[in-house]
């Protein structure tokens, strides 16, 4: 067996005699790591947008459907007085508009502020 193996090493062409290999493979391994994690940071940053905003509704981000009851975010609003039915409907218009609530989700949610 290790006769085979000489017998191979000795019989392999030599490094001088086969073409170098182009570097051209390496960078575009390279770029599309870069491109990639640039993409990828970049649905992290909006995601964490998207969840900020969210938590500002004060219920983490949580839209039920418009016949369940209304949770912590619109009790402690309305118990408190602080921010009204239109002043909530303001703030999720808001949030459609910049891209953090789909529109399924900001009628979801007004149909729910406004059954109360």
Same mark, same amino acid.
């Not at 392999?12 to 290999?21: A, F, G, L, V």
């Not at 870069?34 to 909006?46: Q, S, T, V």
């Given at each position: 067996?290790?006769?085979? /193996?000489?017998?191979?090493?000795?019989?392999? %062409?030599?490094?001088?005699?086969? %073409?170098?290999?182009?570097?051209?493979?390496?960078?575009?391994?390279?770029? /599309?790591?870069?491109?990639?994690?640039?993409?990828?940071?970049?649905?992290?940053?909006?995601?964490?947008?998207?969840?900020?905003? /969210? &938590?500002?509704?004060?219920?983490?981000?949580?839209?039920? @459907?418009?016949? $369940? +009851? %209304?949770? %912590?975010?619109?009790?402690? @609003?309305?118990?408190?007085?602080?921010?009204?039915? +239109?002043?909530?409907?303001?703030?999720?218009?808001? /949030?459609?508009?910049?891209? +953090?609530? &789909? +529109?399924?989700?900001?009628?979801?949610?007004? $149909?729910?502020?406004? $059954?109360?």
């Amino acid at each position: 067996m290790t006769q085979y /193996l000489v017998s191979l090493a000795q019989s392999s %062409p030599s490094s001088s005699s086969s %073409p170098s290999p182009s570097p051209l493979g390496g960078i575009l391994i390279l770029l /599309l790591l870069i491109i990639g994690g640039l993409c990828l940071l970049n649905y992290l940053l909006k995601n964490a947008k998207k969840k900020r905003q /969210l &938590s500002q509704l004060g219920n983490g981000g949580v839209v039920s @459907e418009p016949g $369940a +009851a %209304p949770g %912590p975010a619109l009790s402690y @609003e309305r118990k408190g007085g602080t921010m009204g039915i +239109a002043d909530e409907i303001t703030k999720l218009k808001q /949030l459609h508009d910049s891209g +953090a609530l &789909s +529109a399924q989700e900001y009628e979801t949610a007004k $149909a729910r502020v406004l $059954a109360g």
